[in-house]
């Protein structure tokens, strides 16, 4: 994910033992118990009844696995590249560099579409949120972060605010106004508060919810006017790198990927993970709905990009090559859901048609590993972002 390693260790008092030293924090039925490793392990073999031990906790647990994926195979019958044998193949793309957003001083990690499909909000590793008109290349606000590595920005479905957060622990929303002179440092708000670094923030379908990603392996939705924390999502066992809201307007479901190689589907109004998929190499770096809603893709650094059904509570596709050796960064699905457009470590964007599995195109441009990959909300564009510095949009 990054070329530097942070490592956000909490230091105090154990909540046991009262010793200060670096801190475990998790949760016990949605209760934060900070715990030094000595004492959670005393915890754990503590409540082992008699003639358990954590290696039989461990076989048993690997077990269950083995048994829910038999079960899941049962049912699976047909691959999606078989049934799409008689679909008509994609006719050659044309797809090129349109406009190129220059105004970074370091590497841009994250950016967002805002719902008029013009303006874009990318953030950055030199600290900085900068607001564009993607039409003609202007500058319309820029903001300077307290911290360096700014890992995640977000629209306002209105486009009157946008969130970020990085390093800081924090995601912070700063509200838009047309006086491109005004301070917007002065207007902030800390939303939301994390115990280790912000990795994704995504408003609901209204500007008074937002829901973050943090490297402490949560999730959590928060209420934007008064900065509670309305439902947190425990289940990832490192950190959370992305997560994607449902799209329908009524959507009560996100998905979030990890560090744990897993991708998990959470119920917002429960904060239960309602199904869990397991079968990437190495960490999930990013996760993104199909457009019904019925799918979701993610990225990983084992260099594939894969297609979950939900309801067949499976994976039915694999985007990969053997010639691509670097890791996945982004992925973003087509207005129609046809094509899947992924960014890569080795500088590329490619473009696989969802349906038969097969690279229809790769797209030249970046100068540096490829950070961000975003479809306008109109479909007729995609945004690129990247460690180069600049930002693309294609179309």
């Given amino acids: 994910m990054c070329d530097q390693t942070f490592m956000a260790i909490t230091f105090g008092p154990c909540d046991s033992c009262s010793k200060a030293s670096p801190l475990m924090n998790i949760y016990i039925k949605s209760d934060p118990i900070n715990y030094c490793s000595f004492c959670m392990e005393m915890m754990a073999c503590q409540a082992l009844q008699s003639g358990e031990s954590l290696a039989t906790l461990k076989s048993e647990s690997d077990s269950l696995k083995k048994k829910l994926e038999e079960e899941r195979a ?23 560099t349109r406009r190129v957003l220059k105004g970074h001083g370091n590497k841009v990690l994250c950016m967002d579409w805002c719902k008029d499909k013009r303006r874009l909000v990318s953030s950055s590793q030199d600290g900085k949120v900068i607001v564009w008109d993607g039409y003609t290349l202007n500058k319309e606000h820029a903001v300077t972060m307290p911290c360096t590595w700014v890992m995640a920005c977000a629209y306002a479905p209105s486009g009157c605010a946008v969130a970020c957060g990085g390093l800081d622990n924090k995601c912070s929303v700063y509200p838009l106004s047309l006086d491109k002179n005004e301070n917007l440092a002065a207007k902030k708000k800390s939303v939301a508060m994390h115990t280790n670094y912000l990795s994704g923030c995504s408003f609901t379908n209204s500007d008074m919810q937002l829901l973050t990603s943090s490297g402490d392996g949560t999730c959590a939705l928060w209420d934007v006017e008064s900065g509670q924390l309305l439902q947190s999502f425990h289940g990832h066992t490192a950190d959370v790198l992305s997560l994607n809201l449902a799209p329908s307007e009524t959507g009560n479901t996100f998905v979030s990927g990890g560090c744990d190689k897993k991708a998990n589907v959470w119920d917002m109004r429960s904060g239960q993970n309602v199904q869990s998929f397991e079968t990437h190499d190495s960490d999930i770096n990013c996760v993104k ?104 949009i294609w179309a």
Avoid: M
């Fill in 74 to 96: 049962k049912l699976h019958d047909v691959e999606l590249n078989q049934v799409a044998e008689k679909v008509e193949l994609v006719s050659a793309l044309s797809i090129r």
């Fill in 289 to 392: 709905y199909y457009p019904t809603g019925d799918a979701f893709a993610s990225a990983s650094d084992d260099g594939t990009c894969r297609l979950y059904d939900l309801r067949a509570d499976r994976e039915v596709a694999v985007y990969q090559k053997d010639s691509i050796i670097f890791g996945a960064s982004s992925v973003d699905f087509s207005l129609s859901g046809r094509l899947l457009f992924a960014g890569y470590n080795d500088y590329t964007i490619n473009v696989w048609d969802v349906l038969k599995g097969n690279r229809i195109s790769i797209l030249f441009g970046h100068e540096n590993r490829v950070s961000c990959v975003k479809v306008s909300p109109d479909g007729t564009s995609f945004a690129s972002a990247s460690w180069d510095t600049s930002l693309r």
